[in-house]
Structures are given as structure tokens and as C-alpha cells.
């Protein structure tokens, strides 16, 4: 095991390598867990008194929920981040992305943004920093940040829980190949948006989260993910996959060869003009 982990840009796992492009995302949402009170006070009944994360939420999506419960203007949370003193990794360079661990938190009288943001990124080292983690992401020749940032693309390609290892699988292989991720989970996150549609001219934005055009890993995590995905990103299952795409919901379709995979795209395409043909047929309003 090597002390010193390679930079994410030139990381290559020694795994079983094969190519990988990706034609859907979606975000698992899981059971959040329950974490210690942040303060004792007086419960308020003119505001929630909970606040639930769910799995696969954007630090963005996290901001926006913190100043909805606790009644603050928009922009407020993202503000208190200066303040924060988030204890997060040197590779994150202040950037919480990742590090919002999913779980529901008590909203007590006296609580703030900044204590809020401090205790999911305190929740998340307690869970990324243990054993069973970081010493995954060290077998595979990686620092936990990377772990993170592999298990957040993670959570939001995989349709199920059931599909997390093969998916991480498919990110591992490429990486070790040195091949561009193309994950269109990425470009998503680019661009602020969640569609299971990439154009080729979303694939050639100018932006270090194009890993259709950039190599290795994103400069941070895209997502706050959860422990199966955590669970997945340091113990991906043996496989040779190549390809993967969602077809139909409960269908994603994992392959090593490329004319099938390119039957079973054509398939999903074939779904969604179905649905889109149906909506305009019905005028139900169509979203993308």
C-alpha cells in the first residue's frame, strides 16, 4: 500500500479496466440516519423541527433546505460557510461538496447555518474517516476525498441500490484504462441540472466536470452521497462491464460488448420518444 495517494487527475486503479460510457443518472434517495442534537432548547411549532438530507443531494439542494427550515433568506446558508470552520480534507479546499452527510437533523431554537453545515461535515468524517473506509480507499490506491468523490458519481448514475457496485465497477475499470469517465452525471452537475438527456453539445462545454472531455476524476465530489454508495466506491464487485443504460425503470442493462450496448441505447431512446410521442398525444406537459 503506497502512503501517498496520485493526484486525482492521473489516478489509476489496479483493477480489471474497460471502457465505460453512461446514458442515464438518477439519485437514490435512502433512509436518512439520526444524529446527535446540536443544541437543547425550546422546540419551535412555527418551523420544522427536523431537517432530512436526503442521499444525492447537491451541496446547492442543501443550502436551499437549511434556509427554508430555519426561515432565512435565500442565499443565507451559503453565506455562513466563512464562518463554518468545516473540518474537511485538504483536497476539498473548502468546498463542502461531498461532505453533507445525508441524515436527518434536529432543528433545535438556537441553531445556525454554520452549526448545521459543521455537523453534517462532522457526521460525514465520522463515517468516511472509520476503518472500514479508508481502509478501502487505501487497497485501491486512493485517499478517502477520491473515495467520496467516486461514490458521489455513484449515487447518481445508479438507478437502484442493487446497481451501485456494477456502476462503481464501470468507474473503476475506466480509470484504470486512463479513459475519460464520460459520465453524464457530471455534465449534469456542470450545467446545475438533473436529465437523463446528454447532447453532443453539452458534451463539449468548457468545464472541469466534462469527463467526456477531462481525465480521471472530477476536482470534487458531485453529490453528497450515502454509505451504500461509500460501501460500493471502495468494494466494487469483479466484472468486466463496459457499458451501462437505464432502459426502462428497474432495467439498466450492463454490458462489455459495445454493438450490444449500443442495441440496448437504442431501446432506451426508443422508450423515451414512446413517452414523448404519448405526453404531446394526451398534452401533458413534458419536462427535460
Known amino acids: 500500500m503506497q502512503k501517498n495517494t496520485p493526484p486525482r487527475s492521473t489516478i489509476r486503479l489496479t483493477r480489471r479496466g474497460r471502457i465505460a460510457l453512461v446514458a442515464t443518472g438518477a439519485v437514490v434517495v435512502g433512509t436518512a440516519v439520526a444524529v446527535p442534537l446540536l443544541t437543547l432548547g425550546t422546540e419551535e411549532e412555527s418551523r420544522p423541527t427536523t431537517l432530512a438530507i436526503p442521499e444525492g443531494w447537491r451541496a446547492s439542494q ?27 480534507p485538504n483536497d476539498a479546499e473548502g468546498n463542502p461538496e461531498g461532505y453533507l452527510f445525508p441524515a436527518t437533523y434536529p432543528l433545535q431554537e438556537k441553531v ?53 457496485g456494477k456502476v462503481a465497477r464501470v468507474i473503476f475499470n475506466r480509470l484504470e484504462r486512463g479513459m475519460p469517465l464520460q459520465m453524464d452525471s457530471t455534465i449534469n452537475y456542470a450545467l446545475n441540472r438533473s436529465t437523463l438527456r446528454t447532447t453532443e453539445s453539452d458534451t463539449r462545454i468548457e468545464s472541469p466536470y466534462n469527463s ?36 426502462r425503470p428497474g432495467d439498466t442493462r450492463f454490458t462489455a460488448d459495445y454493438q450490444q450496448h449500443q442495441r440496448n441505447v437504442a431501446e432506451f431512446n426508443a422508450q423515451a420518444k414512446k413517452k414523448e410521442t404519448g405526453a404531446k398525444t394526451t398534452g401533458a406537459k413534458t419536462t427535460g
Open 62 to 88: 442543501v443550502y436551499t433546505a437549511v434556509d427554508k427550515a430555519l426561515a432565512l433568506p435565500a442565499g443565507s446558508t451559503k453565506k455562513s460557510l466563512d464562518k463554518a470552520a468545516l473540518k474537511l
Open 112 to 164: 445556525t447555518p454554520d452549526k448545521l453545515l459543521a455537523l453534517m461535515v462532522d457526521t460525514a468524517n465520522e463515517k468516511f474517516n472509520g476503518a472500514p473506509i479508508a481502509a478501502g480507499a487505501q487497497r485501491n490506491a486512493m485517499n478517502v476525498y477520491q473515495a467520496v468523490t467516486i461514490a458521489s458519481i455513484v449515487q447518481a448514475e445508479a438507478a437502484t441500490r442493487a446497481d451501485m
Open 212 to 247: 467526456y472531455q477531462r481525465m480521471g476524476l472530477p476536482p470534487t465530489p458531485i453529490a453528497n452521497p450515502g454509505e451504500e454508495a461509500m460501501r460500493a466506491a471502495i468494494n466494487p464487485p469483479p466484472g468486466n462491464w463496459l457499458y451501462f443504460v437505464t432502459v
